[in-house]
């Protein structure tokens, strides 16, 4: 079973930035043959998909609302993946969740529906 567990949320200061990390674990999982996503989720809305990167590192894709703010990025040796967010917004806040995608091509995906595996999430919340 994969298992995906979040970290580094909490307090987000406007303007300010905030590392998650997501460590994958488990057996069947291998850095090498799943595309890797984070997905924000606040009441009342869908679960939105933020970012996501490859298997192999070399694409990445990010929502309008985030691109240029936001970088993700794969640490394979340590079965981690990283999403620094800069300058954060108010709206940035909500529960943020990792999730694998079990395919190794050269494309990665921000829909949710193709997703196989999910984290719980940690909560970004705004200080101001």
């Known amino acids: 079973q994969v298992r995906l567990v979040e970290s580094g949320g909490g307090l987000g200061h406007p303007g300010g930035p905030l590392s998650l990390s997501c460590k994958a674990s488990g057996l069947g999982f291998m850095m090498g043959y799943h595309a890797m996503a984070w997905f924000r989720q606040v009441p009342g809305k869908e679960r939105e998909g933020i970012s996501c990167?490859?298997?192999?590192?070399?694409?990445?894709n990010y929502a309008l609302s985030v691109e240029g703010r936001f970088t993700i990025s794969r640490d394979k040796a340590n079965d981690m993946v990283t999403l620094q967010m800069n300058r954060l917004k108010r709206e940035d806040s909500g529960i943020y969740f990792c999730?694998?995608?079990?395919?190794?091509?050269?494309?990665?995906?921000?829909?949710?529906?193709?997703?196989?595996?999910w984290g719980n999430g940690t909560l970004v919340t705004d200080s101001s």
């Open positions: 999730a694998a995608d079990f395919y190794s091509g050269s494309y990665c995906d921000r829909n949710a529906i193709n997703m196989d595996y």
């Open positions: 990167i490859s298997a192999n590192g070399g694409t990445t």
